[in-house]
């Protein structure tokens, strides 16, 4: 996993050019997620974290945030073997000290850094006329690369990179007795002194730091050449000319870290339609109907304009017709594809950033036949249907909702963000209506996590309306814990033999799974995750349940698939979603007539890895305790205190789930703010 820094300081351009880059250089090995302040203090990272990555900014807003505690964590994550890449601002924040603009009483920042993985000064700025929150300034500047800092890979000579504000890395040649090494340099003269670095590598305990004075993150197909006066165009034509020199250099960059760099370079993926389909053909128009209120109508085409995204319903005359067009071409690669234009929604582009948002989702209602293949290669909806008739059968009436009702994509924004973003459209879908992809390219996750979910994860959000009378007797923070226990019954009982598969529920909300890499093991790595999202409206809560769970792909984490022995046969998206959907509903239906009872409580506990762990609560002074369970009123976390010989003291801690983190690995509960 990776992390960008979004938070006080940085730009929103500067995280967006980081993301852009760095997904195209890293998919599917690792994912690349923007985290804010808050993540970095309180939540636990580092375990997970291959590379802790800060943007382009003004790194003074990085101090406020993270000076004390956030540094602290930083500096130790990367000196026990962590790795630190700071562009620009990350350069500046990444060193012993900042030198910018001294003596321009309006701009000039001077001022020791903690982190100091440079033992010196970032002196700038290298190239005179900076102005905030513009690209006056901006520069294709010529930069030098030291060769024979890089021991592998295909690295340029020379490039022209992106330049806005940058330092140099003052006398770092000096430092080589400390571990310092450089990367490039400027070329041509400068305005400051203390030579010309303007990359650096510094080794840091058992980790290590790469620190930027340009911004080779930045690609100049995301470059407006009409956004800054009339010198720009040239600027970005330069870039543009260098732009394989460019991902070159970010790739040896990249692989000095010892990370695993993608041989080919991934594709932004393009939005595809969302295709609406049913078990029962005639309840689509039904549904259809229903949305009669909130349908706009414009020059004979239906809309509807949701509060995050606008959906266009499209004809079945227009739909055949461009179906025609799409026969004529190739299946498309769901990694690294460029849709046929006809697929194309309004505000799609080439290969550069893209305001997915903005981009009207085409919806094809199917009344009368489910989607073919052609139509979508890597979904068949012939083998959920037929899944989830079976199952829904052998649950006899238990199970007849969750799933009746598909809509599925194969590249959308987010499963979540489709359904609860739009509360308009939310409020008009029946319980158990589903969302399903291939391929996320903003997923959602607790806080502020946002990923790219490669192929071969399934990836759905369902619907459910819980009633807000039944509060006291099955309270809606169970929804979590149902969902959980569902998606490990789900697995479990996918077929004959399948119920020793390892897989394990984390408190609250994750998928854990032994490491299959390390047999004789009791070892866990996550697989996947839960959000659940509410709302309320006339005497219901309206919920939103993700779901991520790594099936068949194999980076950037294991999968269901890599758990199975040989003579298995290998889970299939369709199969699992199907299982897990009358899993979910079965077990609902049970908690709203009798709660969360003894039962419940029982089949969760067996799921789950926390039984008499050990941990520490950090927010209460260290105080150590042993996890008894959940209560069963209002789902908190049971931990009994311990004392002197670790024996109990009578006293029993309930921690929330919203308000605390759980790092399984080290025994630690965190409280959130």
Not at 115 to 132: D, M, N, S
Not at 221 to 240: C, F, I, Q, R, T
Request: with cysteine; aromatic share 10%; charged share 25%.
């Amino acid at each position: 996993m990776f992390l960008t820094f979004l938070g006080n300081g940085s730009t929103i351009e500067s995280v967006r050019h980081c993301l852009y880059t760095l997904r195209r250089l890293l998919s599917p090995n690792y994912a690349v997620i923007p985290v804010t302040d808050n993540v970095i203090l309180k939540e636990p990272w580092t375990a997970s974290c291959a590379l802790l990555v800060f943007p382009g900014g003004a790194d003074m807003g990085y101090c406020r945030s993270l000076n004390g505690e956030g540094n602290r964590r930083i500096e130790q994550f990367v000196r026990r073997g962590g790795s630190y890449l700071g562009f620009c601002a990350g350069g500046y924040y990444g060193s012993s000290k900042c030198e910018f603009e001294v003596g321009n009483r309006v701009l000039e920042v001077i001022g020791n850094r903690e982190l100091a993985f440079f033992p010196g000064t970032c002196r700038g700025c290298a190239f005179k006329g900076f102005v905030y929150h513009s690209e006056a300034g901006a520069k294709a500047v010529d930069v030098r690369v030291e060769k024979e800092a890089f021991k592998a890979g295909v690295v340029p000579q020379t490039f022209r990179s992106y330049y806005n504000g940058g330092g140099i890395f003052a006398d770092a040649k000096y430092f080589a007795d400390k571990g310092v090494e450089i990367l490039a340099s400027y070329t041509g003269d400068l305005d400051v002194e203390g030579g010309s670095a303007a990359v650096v590598y510094c080794k840091v305990g058992e980790g290590g730091a790469i620190l930027t004075g340009p911004h080779p993150e930045f690609a100049a197909v995301n470059l407006d050449p009409k956004s800054n006066g009339p010198n720009y165009p040239k600027l970005v034509e330069e870039l543009a000319e260098d732009d394989d020199s460019r991902v070159n250099f970010l790739k040896a960059c990249l692989a000095k870290f010892g990370l695993i760099v993608s041989e080919e370079t991934s594709s932004v993926p393009s939005l595809s339609r969302l295709h609406l389909s049913s078990m029962h053909h005639y309840l689509i128009p039904e549904l259809l109907a229903s949305w009669e209120d909130i349908i706009t109508r414009e020059d004979d085409e239906e809309y509807i304009k949701g509060e995050n995204d606008t959906f266009h319903l499209e004809k079945q005359e227009s739909r055949w017709s461009l179906n025609q067009l799409a026969r004529t071409l190739p299946l498309p690669n769901v990694l690294k594809r460029h849709e046929p234009l006809a697929d194309q929604g309004d505000g799609a582009s080439d290969d550069r950033i893209v305001d997915y948002n903005a981009i009207t989702k085409r919806l094809i209602p199917h009344e009368t036949e489910w989607p073919g293949t052609k139509e979508t290669p890597y979904f068949n909806h012939h083998a959920f249907y037929a899944n989830l008739k079976k199952y829904q059968e052998e649950r006899g009436g238990e199970a007849e909702e969750y799933g009746k009702y598909l809509m599925y994509g194969e590249v959308v924004t987010s499963t979540n963000t489709l359904l609860e973003k739009n509360p308009k459209l939310l409020s008009t879908l029946p319980p158990g209506f589903t969302v399903t992809a291939t391929t996320q390219v903003a997923g959602r996750g607790r806080g502020s996590n946002v990923w790219v979910s490669p192929a071969g994860c399934l990836i759905f959000s369902t619907t459910m309306k819980h009633p807000m009378e039944l509060s006291n007797t099955a309270p809606v923070v169970f929804i979590q814990y149902l969902a959980a226990i569902a998606i490990a019954e789900g697995i479990q009982s996918y077929d004959r033999g399948y119920q020793d598969v390892p897989v394990k529920l984390k408190w609250p909300n994750d998928i854990y799974a032994q490491d299959p890499t390390k047999p004789g093991k009791k070892e866990y790595v996550k697989i996947g995750g839960i959000l659940v999202n509410s709302s309320y409206s006339s005497g219901n809560y309206d919920l939103v349940v993700g779901i991520g769970i790594n099936t068949t792909n194999t980076a950037p984490t294991t999968s269901l698939n890599a758990l199975l022995g040989p003579g298995f046969t290998p889970f299939t998206l369709e199969k699992l979603l199907a299982r897990i959907l009358t899993k979910f509903e079965t077990i609902y239906k049970g908690f709203c007539r009798t709660g969360f009872d003894k039962k419940l409580e029982e089949t969760y506990y067996k799921h789950w890895l926390h039984t008499d762990q050990i941990v520490t609560l950090e927010a209460e002074g260290g105080v150590r305790a042993r996890v008894k369970g959940i209560t069963r009123d209002w789902g908190l976390l049971k931990a009994e205190e311990l004392g002197w010989e670790d024996r109990p003291t009578g006293k029993i801690w309930e921690l929330q789930s919203d308000s605390n983190s759980f790092d399984f690995f080290k025994g630690l509960l965190k409280r959130k703010t």
